[in-house]
């Protein structure tokens, strides 16, 4: 059987920590859901080739190029974008990540459209490691390594790696 | 004062919304809206002989397809030739979708409407476009030889011939102790913003009135084109660029076909149209620099002082020259750098190819320039057996020769004349920063780990702030806040951030009270665009301006209410105060209401300012000459630009087994003049040294003979990612601008100028053979090494070349 690009299916996804639904065509792709369909626009396309790493999301923790993943892929799992990063504090105020602090701090970000990409890339890479060791430059090129910038030239987003992770190994201790 | 902020590494306002993902930019505007795709020219060169859409109309969700048939008045003429000069002979554009022939791959030949761009690309896969292809030209040699031409009616493909001279070349050279000539080659590179251009329409038909939201540097200009080219009233036209993920130069080029069809599709429609560029598109459709050939012949005496300097630059302009010869200009006017030449003659040929079009890219042409001058320098250190500092050193403009006149006429149609600089301090800093002359010890230690290392610099003048203007309006609310706005463009530099520094500053304000608008048409309708580092001293100084104005005013109303000399008044964090009288003050906000003489209360604040409460009835409520408010708006238009500088040095590692080149060392020192922020100057040097890396070793546009972009693509066309990137060590030198209120000099273009020089000139004197063509590859260099003819330097007995690949 052969299914046509415009049949469509039903996706419920968790993204961001709500559960959502959206029917949608087939070949429809993961960054279209949440930009066009979810309205989730923080997560940019820069190249749709899966090579810029702009349009980084995570799915169930793991950072994926949604460009390249279909939207009917990710039923049933966890996606955070960068508008899900910070979280809200008892008052429902914004409590921003650490990265996104860090990106802040350290101006890391110029025109911003590469930056949702690295902050989700850095985020998930910094809370999977052990908090309470100090960055070793190996891992700040690491994290940063896969994603394309053409404003900054990396010096400050690296360094806002470093930041960002003796931000956390000071919350961890 | 606490609220002095000039000068201060201040976090920009910009980011709480880009890190949040809140960020607007083009494409997460029109929800709903329909969407556009292009069908176009797979060919370089060809005639169109048919276009059949018959296939597509029956895809569903198709709404509109547009040809060149379907272009009426002003849309079916040729785009704009935006900045005509009287050497620009053969001026040509392009068509908004194609008419009769294609001239480049890429050329947009058909538009499609549909409910959303996946039905929009169905339906422009199925329109059959019928070509008959034509020779095709690519690269600047193909142009000279002319075996084939690009425009029927341009026989030698040149558009432009332009030529400046300081004096009689000839004789001088003649007369000059040594010459030397050679030919040089740099290739193509692009802006590659990360965002790829966009635009979005929405027509109100019962307003009659057209909003665009554009992806552009140039956002009142497009506003202009737009009502020209649609036979609209300007009035009726709003143009407004949103959030803008980079743009480098390329979307300082307008109108783009897209930027007028995607109106004229929503007003025809009655619906709103989007179209935002995707990464393919990008590369074969929108804009390309850096190809020349560059002839140079060189007089100098026996100690390295240029006599007389001879160039004859062969420019590839691609298909079309919308945007005139202002990157042939700056070539010609920057080439000389920091240098006093004595007589200097260029020639710069600007040629048609069938390639994407040649506009400025951060850099404009001063990239090309620093390659001809300084590897000019490198050469004539390397004929006399002198260090490469050193003549550069005797050659330099001195601190008491400002006002420098190099009698050249710049891009902006003024004199070339450098307002201030301190070249000999750059060059001094620049020699202690990256250890110039400790190269000798890196050098063994390279070699004993089994590499060839190399040292090399470069040295640049970079004119910034043309005019002809920027403006700026600030106006502060009976709430407190003080709204700032200024017509130029913003694509992440951080204006928002240095205007509300200055605007904070001149005022006497919180930075946090103060809001900035840039780009918006809508609030500010006079502007010129944001290129040629220009904004900060154009727009910077045009809110200084319209700040003091601000002040001014509310000075004297305040002078009033406090019974005051205004001179005695100051305003400090938003409270005008009698100066060491703590009490005497009055905030700013009250100010701003009693400004605006009313008969209605509307709320609190303004009670006091009606018309029973204010009590003077000896005069108007508005006196002549004076106008309700607290707001000005006034203009900076400087005499000429001004000239920043600065001097980099790149010390590289070269593998002789793969001839893998690596940067170790980058250093740069910078001088822009006063610093309103240096986290952000800073940023900016950072960016731009990255672009140049990329430009020196990486980046280039690969076309085969037919004019085919063989590496469209991020996989293929190699920008830096972090581990291309050297650490960059930087030094800053602040040398006042003369010409401005705020003593500033532009800072976004620096960083990319001097990388392929600077480079070329270490992987020179680590190998030993003369580079003449950048960027420059591994496999490139080992080729170069493989060569028997390459040219060798002088000192090139000095390296122990070993090549551990068997050839």
């Known amino acids: ?173 | 004062m606490t609220t002095k902020l000039f000068g201060e590494p201040v976090r920009r306002r910009e980011d709480a919304r880009l890190i949040t993902g809140k960020g607007r930019y083009l494409d997460d505007l029109g929800a709903g809206a329909l969407a556009a795709a292009f069908v176009r020219s797979p060919h370089a060169h060809a005639r169109v002989t048919d276009v059949d859409v018959e296939a597509a109309l029956d895809v569903e969700g198709l709404v509109a397809i547009y040809t060149y048939e379907d272009l009426t008045g002003p849309m079916a003429e040729p785009m704009p030739v935006l900045i005509p000069h009287p050497q620009l002979h053969a001026p040509r554009t392009g068509y908004a979708l194609a008419n009769g022939v294609v001239h480049h791959v890429g050329e947009p030949v058909v538009m499609v409407v549909a409910t959303d761009r996946y039905v929009a690309e169905d339906a422009a896969d199925r329109i059959a476009v019928s070509y008959e292809e034509l020779p095709v030209v690519v690269g600047v040699d193909a142009a000279r030889e002319a075996r084939a031409t690009v425009h029927d009616d341009v026989p030698d493909n040149v558009a432009a011939r332009h030529h400046q001279e300081t004096g009689d070349v000839e004789p001088a050279l003649a007369a000059a102790p040594h010459t030397l000539s050679f030919t040089q080659y740099i290739e193509r590179s692009a802006c590659m913003p990360l965002e790829g251009k966009g635009v979005h329409a929405r027509w109100d038909a019962d307003d009659g009135s057209l909003r665009v939201h554009s992806s552009t540097q140039a956002s009142t200009s497009v506003r202009a084109a737009i009502a020209a080219k649609l036979e609209l009233s300007l009035d009726r036209v709003e143009v407004i660029a949103p959030d803008v993920g980079g743009g480098f130069g390329v979307k300082i080029v307008h109108p783009w076909p897209e930027e007028l069809l995607v109106p004229m599709a929503a007003i025809r429609l009655g619906r709103e149209v989007k179209w935002a560029e995707d990464r393919r598109e990008h590369f074969i459709s929108s804009a390309h620099e850096r190809q020349q050939r560059q002839e140079i012949t060189v007089g100098f005496d026996d100690d390295g002082r240029i006599t007389a300097l001879d160039v004859h630059v062969w420019h590839d302009n691609g298909a079309y020259t919308p945007y005139g010869i202002i990157v042939p200009i700056i070539t010609a006017t920057q080439l000389v750098g920091p240098y006093a030449i004595p007589v200097y003659r260029v020639v710069v040929e600007s040629v048609y190819t069938n390639t994407v079009i040649v506009t400025p890219y951060r850099g404009a042409g001063r990239p090309q320039g620093c390659y001809a001058m300084e590897r000019t320098m490198d050469r004539i250190a390397d004929a006399l057996g002198l260090d490469r500092a050193e003549v550069r050193r005797r050659n330099l403009i001195t601190p008491d020769q400002f006002p420098y006149d190099h009698r050249l006429t710049f891009q902006d149609g003024r004199p070339v004349i450098y307002d201030s600089g301190d070249y000999p301090g750059l060059l001094d800093k620049l020699v202690a920063l990256v250890g110039w002359d400790e190269a000798g010890a890196l050098r063994a230690d390279a070699q004993a780990r089994g590499k060839l290392l190399g040292i090399g610099m470069a040295l640049y003048v970079e004119g910034t702030g043309p005019g002809p203007y920027e403006g700026g309006h600030v106006q502060v609310l009976g709430s407190g806040k003080v709204l700032v706005s200024t017509g130029l463009t913003s694509q992440g530099q951080g204006h928002e951030t240095v205007f509300a520094q200055i605007v904070a500053s001149e005022l006497g304000v919180p930075i946090d009270d103060v809001e900035v608008h840039t780009g918006d048409t809508r609030r500010f309708g006079y502007a010129v665009g944001t290129f040629a580092s220009r904004a900060a001293v154009m727009s910077g100084n045009a809110v200084a301006l319209a700040a003091r104005g601000v002040r001014e005013k509310a000075l004297r109303i305040a002078a009033d209410v406090l019974e005051a000399d205004p001179a005695d008044l100051e305003i400090d964090e938003g409270q005008v105060q009698v100066k060491g009288t703590p009490g005497a003050s009055i905030p700013l906000r009250t100010v701003a209401v009693l400004s605006n003489p009313l008969r209605y209360a509307f709320d609190q604040a303004a009670q006091q300012a009606t018309q029973f409460v204010t009590h003077d009835d000896s005069k108007p409520p508005v006196a002549p000459g004076d106008a309700p408010g607290l707001e000005h708006r006034d203009y900076y238009s400087p005499i000429r630009s001004t000239f920043a500088s600065g001097a980099h040095a790149a010390v590289v590692e070269i593998d002789p087994r793969t001839w893998e080149i690596d940067v170790v060392r980058y250093a740069v020192v910078h001088d822009c003049g006063n610093v309103v922020n240096p986290m952000i100057v800073e940023g900016q040097v950072q960016g731009g040294v990255a672009q140049g890396v990329g430009g020196a070793l990486y980046e280039r546009m690969a076309y085969d003979g037919d004019g085919q972009l063989q590496n469209a693509s991020f996989m293929d066309f190699l920008m830096p990612y972090a581990s291309e990137v050297p650490d960059i060590a930087i030094d800053h030198q602040e040398t006042p601008s003369p010409l401005n209120p705020l003593g500033i000099k532009g800072a976004g273009e620096a960083g990319v100028i001097p990388g392929t020089a600077a480079i070329a000139s270490a992987i020179e004197d680590a190998v030993g053979r003369r580079i003449t063509s950048m960027p420059i590859s591994p496999t490139e260099l080992y080729d170069l090494m493989r060569d028997e003819t390459a040219e060798r330097t002088a000192g090139s007995q000095q390296v122990p070349l070993q090549t551990g690949v068997p050839a």
Do not use: W
């Open chain 1, 1 to 173: 059987m052969t299914t046509s690009v415009d049949s469509e299916r039903t996706v419920t996804v968790t993204v961001n920590g709500v559960l959502r639904e959206a029917t949608v065509p087939v070949r429809r792709v993961l960054s279209d859901l949440l930009r066009e369909d979810l309205r989730l626009t923080g997560t940019h396309v820069g190249c749709a080739h899966g090579v810029c790493g702009s349009c980084t999301v995570l799915v169930d923790g793991v950072p994926v190029r949604s460009c390249l993943v279909l939207a009917v892929q990710v039923d049933g799992a966890e996606v955070t974008t960068v508008e899900g990063l910070a979280r809200e504090d008892d008052r429902g105020g914004q409590v921003l990540h650490p990265v996104q602090e860090a990106f802040r701090e350290c101006h890391a970000l110029q025109c911003g459209f590469c930056t949702p990409g690295f902050l989700v890339t850095i985020a998930a890479g910094l809370e999977a490691r052990d908090a309470t060791a100090e960055i070793t430059e190996e891992e700040v090129d690491e994290l940063v390594g896969g994603n394309l910038c053409r404003c900054t030239g990396y010096a400050n987003i690296k360094k806002a790696v470093r930041h960002a992770a003796a931000t956390m190994r000071d919350d961890a201790r």
